[in-house]
């Protein structure tokens, strides 16, 4: 790698961190991959481990947090982005700074967004791409499901040939991706008792990819993952490699899991809760393995972490206790009322919609996250954010009796509403989109409560 | 009291932009009045009988399952729907949906997707998608409103002399970003690429198309008594205000 391009893109950096634009996260990559357009593969082929790369619509950003502690926990030295800086201009800058500050890096594991991803991996050449699920989110900006589905296929096909392919069984439009040439492990939740009963209105795959028949399942988890197959018999889920036997809920504090691998027996008891957080910790072991982390520390390692930024994050305020649970589309978004309702008090509720380019500018979306649930078991709901009006007349037409429902645009003013509302020590539930999120976590930084920005400690 | 029939047209397939809003309020403002709303999911191979349903809704879908609908719709339901609009029956369709109601849908690609000939209306995939917060000023039942969504469509569509547009664009793209016209109307039948989902932020749009499906119910024009609209007026203040606002 010859120093110029490097040298000129890390003053890149500097000088924007100097005029105090946005700390710098994507330009310094943008400036190599403009000056060197082969920089990013050549600096990913000096790391012995090579890169993985994990993409997802739902948890990539925990995914990537659990792995990493996964692969930290077994002494490797491991480059790494933060969630957000995942487009491809991010994920080079990360390699960049993470190639100087570590130059005996041994891997560099990104989360990468979903329509970045195709880009990305012919950049990086990666040794390791973990693909978790595809759900419907933000049709104004990724298009259509089926678009992202074919580009991924497109981008298995152009992967080193040595490449491993970790691979949501329980998603059928993933399962679709497996590719029986290819190094594969398959991960899966094999769980009786986490069964739905029935597919959420907002299931998206739901169709046999060879003759368009409804797939039936045995086992519904999460929107249109678990135990499908086509009636006809052309397609079913495969056999999962890396299983989730046993998945305990453990409230809204967490999960108890025992997965089985290829390597053996994993338990863990991550602080995570909800079953979506099950397929994280279980896609995470899987990717773990992949990567050729050893068996024996993982369990602990991934139990050992920390929730990411805003996705299960709980944060002390005036006595309350606020869990911020990030909420950025239908699938996601029924999973966190899910796990809510898991708290058996009555519950406080802060829910925020914003609709700026990273939320989505078209919040129709709320339409189909099933709240209705919550109804019976709200103590107090305040709705906020630039759309909370939005959010006001989604809940009035699902029956919401009004008195007990407030509207606060402003998110500083309903978050104290919110936790005026509610008892000392008691929970205050917040359900932002990822704008709102970072909004409310400002005021709390501002404010002493949280931590500045998530660093990997 | 009396109880509305719906006919929901693939419910299953045409839900991308959470249509299940617009059905949501439709039942919710009969409710309130004491009327009530039944509603018959139409599938692919149901046929339907003209006469039984007083309101048919169609949403916007992915382009296969798009494709799927277009050949049902012609083969199996085409023609009870037509006679039901000529006996008085309402319709709202929205989106792909409303490409649907007019004579076909030509891809960029060429290859053309029949539609149910309800409204007159021909569309023609572009070069890109149009796609953004939309405001109209809407005319029906001699009344002026404006009505305010989001947009997200590749087609162009065209209208006929057949029909006239909903209304005219304030802001957005509408049908074909040329002419300034949004969505079409002839008769009950009533058009629009405007979702968001479009019924709850347009409640005086909902209430039209109630009362033209009452009416159909009931064989007489019945005052549908005014709603406690507050928060609905709010919520359409702020979606009017952000196409200038971002
Ligand atoms: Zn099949």
């Given amino acids: ?457 | 009291m009396s109880v509305v029939r719906l006919g929901h047209l693939y419910p299953d397939e045409m839900n991308i932009y959470a249509d299940r809003g617009n059905i949501a309020v439709l039942d919710a403002r009969l409710r309130w009045r004491d009327h009530g709303l039944a509603v018959d999911a139409l599938e692919p191979g149901d046929r339907l009988e003209p006469g039984q349903h007083d309101l048919f809704y169609l949403g916007g879908g992915q382009d296969r399952d798009q494709a799927i609908v277009a050949r049902d719709l012609v083969a199996t339901k085409a023609a009870g729907l037509r006679a039901s609009v000529e006996g008085g029956a309402a319709v709202l369709c929205v989106c792909g949906g409303y490409q649907l109601a007019g004579h076909g849908y030509t891809a960029v690609d060429g290859s053309r997707m029949p539609g149910l000939g309800l409204l007159d209306l021909d569309t023609v995939a572009g070069p890109t998608r149009l796609i953004g917060d939309l405001v109209i000023e809407a005319e029906l039942d001699g009344e002026r409103h404006r009505v305010v969504g989001f947009e997200n469509h590749a087609g162009r569509t065209r209208l006929g002399p057949g029909a006239r547009p909903l209304g005219t664009v304030l802001s957005g793209h509408g049908n074909n970003d040329h002419d300034g016209g949004e969505g079409a109307v002839a008769g009950r039948v009533v058009g629009t690429y405007l979702h968001g989902p479009l019924l709850p932020k347009n409640p005086w749009l909902a209430d039209v198309i109630l009362a033209w499906a009452l009416e159909h119910r009931t064989g007489s024009r019945l005052d549908l008594p005014p709603l406690d609209d507050e928060l609905e007026r709010a919520a359409h203040e702020v979606a009017v205000g952000r196409p200038t606002r971002r």
Avoid at chain 1, 192 to 214: E, I, M, N, V, Y
Avoid at chain 1, 235 to 255: I, K, S
Avoid at chain 1, 369 to 396: N, S
Wanted: net charge negative; with cysteine.
């Fill in chain 1, 1 to 457: 790698m010859p120093a110029p391009a490097l040298t000129l893109a890390r003053a890149a950096g500097r000088l924007s961190r100097g005029l105090g634009r946005g700390g710098g996260t994507s330009l310094p990559g943008k400036v190599l991959l403009r000056l060197r357009p082969g920089a990013v593969a050549e600096l990913a082929a000096d790391l012995p481990r090579g890169a993985t790369l994990i993409s997802a619509t739902n948890g990539k950003t925990t995914t990537a947090r659990l792995t990493t502690a996964a692969a930290k926990g077994a002494g490797w030295r491991l480059i790494a982005n933060t969630a957000g800086a995942n487009l491809l201009s991010g994920v080079a800058t990360a390699l960049l700074d993470g190639v100087a500050a570590e130059p005996n890096a041994d891997a560099a594991l990104f989360e990468v967004d979903e329509a970045a991803l195709p880009e990305v991996a012919r950049q990086l050449q990666p040794r390791v791409v973990v693909l978790m699920n595809l759900f419907r989110d933000q049709l104004d900006r990724y298009g259509e499901l089926e678009r992202l589905v074919q580009d991924w296929a497109g981008m298995i096909d152009d992967l080193p040939s040595d490449a491993t392919l970790v691979l949501n069984a329980d998603d059928p439009a993933v399962a679709s991706l497996h590719d029986a040439r290819r190094k594969t492990l398959l991960f899966g939740l094999d769980d009786p008792w986490l069964a739905l009963p029935a597919l959420p209105h907002a299931a998206d795959s739901t169709r046999c990819r060879r003759c368009g028949a409804r797939l039936v399942y045995e086992q519904v988890t999460v929107g249109h993952m678990g135990h499908w197959a086509c009636p006809d018999g052309h397609l079913a889920r495969p056999q999962p490699d890396v299983r989730a036997v046993r998945v305990r809920l453990e409230g809204t504090e967490g999960l108890a899991l025992r997965v089985v691998t290829p390597a053996g027996e994993i338990e863990a008891t991550p602080r995570l809760p909800g079953v979506h957080n099950a397929y994280n910790v279980t896609a995470a072991i899987a990717a773990a393995l992949a990567m050729g982390v050893p068996a024996d520390g993982i369990g602990d390692a991934v139990g050992g972490a920390a929730a990411a930024f805003g996705r299960g994050e709980r944060v002390a305020l005036d006595g309350r206790e606020l869990v911020l649970l990030l909420a950025k589309n239908p699938a996601g978004a029924n999973e966190t009322v899910r796990t809510v309702l898991l708290d058996p008090e009555p519950l406080h509720l802060l829910i925020a919609l914003n609709d700026r380019t990273a939320d989505g500018h078209d919040v129709s979306w709320i339409w189909d996250v099933d709240y209705e649930p919550l109804l019976g078991r709200i103590a107090q709901l305040t709705v906020t954010g630039e759309r909370a009006h939005d959010l006001a007349l989604r809940f009035r037409y699902a029956g919401m009796e009004l008195g007990r429902l407030r509207v606060e645009p402003h998110l500083e003013r309903a978050m104290d509403a919110a936790v005026a509302d509610a008892p000392v020590g008691a929970t205050v539930y917040v359900l932002p989109t990822y704008t709102a999120m970072l909004g409310m976590r400002q005021v709390l930084v501002e404010r002493g409560a949280a931590a500045a920005f998530w660093r990997d400690g």
